[in-house]
């Protein structure tokens, strides 16, 4: 997660890939998943991770609902604005650093495919996500000791917290992919995410329902991360269609980031 980290393309180079469907993308995932710790910028990230959910949810809001039961929707309804800025740092360097040291040309010289590469590299970022994710739980366990929450509502926020965070990262790729530079793609991933969480934020909704028709206002708010992540997981509902937003969404962004690839692999 630093500039002098090596890239996971230099890091392949003299691996071995052992026969199977999916050992590609397992030995990516291993090297890149271990990368992440082999320069304090892992720590840091978890560091500042897990105070900003500790700070917002116990500082920034209630625990009990109007009710009197405990809740942890408020913990959950701040992590899109955590993964706003967080999960673009965290996709940043995947592919503007390949960029940026000239090491993309070596990706045709591996015993890799290039979807090896996009779904190694995408996946131990998610997993790296998904760990933070997990190490939250104290504060699961804090509520618990607090009152008595409804512990399938809970498992559904995390189950659609690791999905959103999927979905975010998936745009990153896809923008890291497409820039030389770590700072641009930083911006641009925040900028694509908030206009993708924006469209689905009930103040945004209200505006343009005073001058867009409602098919319109119901279409821009079909692609927003909020309106499938609010509207299901935190009421503790798996709902199919946000299912398959999320899937589909990650599965586009790294179609892009392969397609990108592969034009600046041939040089266009």
């Given at each position: 997660?630093?500039?002098?980290?090596?890239?996971?393309?230099?890091?392949?180079?003299?691996?071995?890939?052992?026969?199977?469907?999916?050992?590609?993308?397992?030995?990516?995932?291993?090297?890149?998943?271990?990368?992440?710790?082999?320069?304090?910028?892992?720590?840091?990230?978890?560091?500042?991770?897990?105070?900003?959910?500790?700070?917002?949810?116990?500082?920034?809001?209630?625990?009990?609902?109007?009710?009197g039961q405990a809740s942890l929707r408020v913990f959950f309804n701040w992590h899109p604005w955590m993964y706003l800025f967080l999960v673009p740092a965290l996709s940043m360097r995947l592919w503007a650093d390949e960029h940026r040291l000239g090491t993309l040309e070596l990706l045709?010289?591996?015993?890799?495919?290039?979807r090896d590469l996009v779904v190694g590299k995408f996946l131990a970022a998610w997993a790296f996500a998904v760990l933070a994710l997990a190490l939250t739980f104290?504060?699961?366990?804090?509520?618990?000791?607090?009152?008595?929450?409804?512990?399938?509502?809970?498992?559904?926020?995390?189950?659609?917290?690791?999905?959103?965070?999927?979905?975010?990262?998936?745009?990153?790729?896809?923008?890291?992919?497409?820039?030389?530079?770590?700072?641009?793609?930083?911006?641009?991933?925040?900028?694509?995410?908030?206009?993708?969480?924006?469209?689905?934020?009930?103040?945004?909704?209200?505006?343009?329902?005073?001058?867009?028709?409602?098919?319109?206002?119901?279409?821009?708010?079909?692609?927003?991360?909020?309106?499938?992540?609010?509207?299901?997981?935190?009421?503790?509902?798996?709902?199919?269609?946000?299912?398959?937003?999320?899937?589909?969404?990650?599965?586009?962004?790294?179609?892009?980031?392969?397609?990108?690839?592969?034009?600046?692999?041939?040089?266009?």
């Amino acid at each position: 997660m630093s500039d002098e980290a090596t890239p996971v393309s230099a890091a392949v180079a003299a691996t071995v890939t052992p026969p199977g469907p999916l050992a590609g993308v397992v030995t990516v995932f291993r090297r890149e998943f271990g990368a992440y710790f082999t320069t304090p910028v892992a720590a840091i990230f978890l560091v500042i991770f897990l105070v900003m959910a500790g700070v917002l949810t116990f500082n920034v809001g209630n625990l009990i609902d109007p009710r009197g039961q405990a809740s942890l929707r408020v913990f959950f309804n701040w992590h899109p604005w955590m993964y706003l800025f967080l999960v673009p740092a965290l996709s940043m360097r995947l592919w503007a650093d390949e960029h940026r040291l000239g090491t993309l040309e070596l990706l045709t010289t591996l015993p890799l495919t290039l979807r090896d590469l996009v779904v190694g590299k995408f996946l131990a970022a998610w997993a790296f996500a998904v760990l933070a994710l997990a190490l939250t739980f104290p504060v699961w366990l804090t509520i618990s000791f607090l009152g008595d929450p409804d512990h399938g509502v809970i498992l559904a926020g995390y189950f659609g917290s690791a999905l959103l965070s999927g979905g975010l990262l998936a745009v990153g790729c896809a923008v890291s992919a497409a820039s030389r530079s770590q700072v641009v793609a930083f911006v641009l991933a925040v900028a694509v995410s908030f206009f993708m969480l924006l469209t689905g934020w009930a103040p945004v909704q209200a505006f343009f329902q005073s001058w867009m028709p409602q098919a319109g206002v119901e279409a821009l708010a079909s692609v927003s991360f909020l309106t499938h992540f609010r509207h299901s997981f935190l009421r503790g509902v798996v709902d199919l269609r946000n299912l398959v937003f999320f899937c589909t969404v990650i599965a586009a962004g790294l179609w892009i980031t392969g397609v990108l690839l592969r034009a600046k692999r041939q040089g266009r």
